[in-house]
């Protein structure tokens, strides 16, 4: 796990051995940072439209698969709203990767792979995210 503040924003780090994938969570950022954060880190050409709360943008690069968390905002002391955003995106990572793992969700069998993998991803972003907290 790591986490670094450049450029004016957080971006935070972890891999997933299981399902072998990068979660990312960088904020606060706009479209702009989203871009430059992706195309300078992921060398991968990235345009979207529009404003945003909170998204999920899912790269191959190669081998490598990477599902990046992005938050327009997220405050030192966040509200039901700031957790419930990135619960949302964490569903979208979570989909990403059991869906790639050939895991749709349909039953209840998937349905707690789903919960367990959301729950793992959330819990180690809001580690990521608490930048009182020492990384080990």
């Known amino acids: 796990m790591t986490r670094i503040f450049k450029y004016g924003h957080w971006a935070a780090h972890f891999y997933d051995e299981v399902y072998r994938v990068n979660i990312e969570v960088i904020w606060p950022v706009n479209l702009s940072k989203v871009k430059h954060y992706v195309e300078k880190n992921h060398n991968t050409p990235y345009n979207d439209e529009g404003e ?5 943008v899912r790269l191959l690069n190669g081998s490598v698969y990477t599902n990046i968390i992005c938050l327009s905002s997220w405050p030192r002391k966040p509200d039901p709203t700031d957790y419930s955003f990135l619960a949302h995106e964490c569903f979208h990572a979570t989909s990403h990767v059991l869906q790639r793992a050939g895991m749709p969700l349909e039953n209840f069998v998937s349905s707690e ?24």
Do not use: I
């Open 113 to 136: 792979a789903y919960a367990f993998l959301l729950e793992s991803f959330m819990r180690r972003c809001l580690v990521l995210m608490d930048t009182r907290r020492k990384l080990k």
């Open 52 to 56: 945003f709360g909170a998204k999920c």
